[in-house]
């Protein structure tokens, strides 16, 4: 190809990239940013990821395998059916196995993903042992890593001194962070684990992740799908819709129209939302939702 001829091709690449520059410019000048959602809009989207986190992936495309070799009770905690103790020892270790064979593929997409070894070998576990042996991904500090990035990236957007580019940036990161808490915790119930140990609610922000962790680490300690199960994660989920809103509120007081275009909302495109479009609440999905109730 001749010099000329990669001349002109470079004048046509970067007329295309003004071009797109501009377009991209007008479109946030005059799109107006997508609503916040409501209360009753968290609740739906929150057991629906829930759901999809919990079962539909561990399930089948993470664990199809597993599956099938103890169909009857995975089965079962689909249909949305009680275990007995026993039942619940036996699916919480094979679900875990899915998570342990998948933490490489899994650490791809999140990298608060934690890992340890022989966790608490001295505590009371939920399968009628001790401890964690071996590695795992430990969803408690996991969703602490997460929650610890979200903190930051709200400090950054209310920081007046920030830019507006980076507060973008960081809007998005802290809605991704938002979803991968409760990525690492809807999973939580289903595995085997070590109680939950309190930390210091140093603000709201830790007060409302607090709630979550407590509400799904007393499902955890439940028998699978029991009403004391279902009880306690309908307590979890409603406090997740609570700490989405919170973060919500903060992301839209600092962000400019213009800003909350380009970042979208939670569970948007920019922060790697999960598609829920086919997605259901599940057969213990709130219904009605708490919003809902008397109406």
């Not at 998570?99 to 070894?117: C, M, N």
């Not at 929650?147 to 940036?169: K, T």
């Not at 407590?214 to 994660?233: D, E, I, T």
């Amino acid at each position: 190809m001749t010099r000329p001829v990669l001349r002109r091709l470079a004048w046509w690449a970067l007329g295309a990239l003004v071009a797109i520059a501009v377009a991209g410019a007008a479109y946030i000048a005059v799109a107006e940013p997508p609503p916040p959602y409501t209360r009753t809009e968290v609740a739906g989207l929150t057991d629906r990821l829930n759901h999809e986190a919990a079962i539909v992936s561990p399930h089948f495309s993470l664990g199809e395998p597993t599956r099938n070799a103890h169909l009857e009770v995975f089965k079962a905690v689909e249909a949305g059916q009680p275990l007995t103790e026993a039942q619940s020892a036996e699916y919480r270790q094979a679900y875990q196995s899915i998570l342990r064979g998948k933490q490489r593929y899994l650490a791809l997409f999140d990298r608060q993903l934690t890992v340890v070894h022989d966790h608490g070998m001295a505590e009371a576990n939920n399968v009628g042992g001790r401890g964690i042996a071996a590695d795992h991904d430990h969803h408690d500090f996991s969703a602490r890593s997460n929650l610890d990035s979200l903190r930051g990236s709200l400090a950054r957007i209310e920081d007046p001194a920030v830019s507006g580019v980076s507060r973008i940036l960081h809007a998005v990161c802290a809605y991704k962070d938002l979803t991968d808490i409760i990525l690492h915790m809807a999973t939580a119930p289903q595995t085997k684990s070590t109680p939950y140990h309190e930390a210091a609610e140093l603000d709201e922000l830790e007060r409302l992740f607090a709630r979550v962790m407590r509400a799904y680490k007393a499902a955890q300690f439940q028998p699978v799908n029991s009403w004391g199960y279902a009880r306690s994660l309908h307590a979890a989920l409603e406090a997740y819709d609570d700490l989405v809103l919170h973060v919500q509120g903060r992301v839209d007081a600092h962000l400019s129209r213009g800003q909350r275009v380009v970042t979208g909302r939670w569970l948007g495109w920019q922060s790697f939302g999960p598609d829920l479009d086919d997605a259901t609440p599940g057969p213990l999905g709130r219904d009605p939702h708490p919003a809902e109730k008397g109406s």
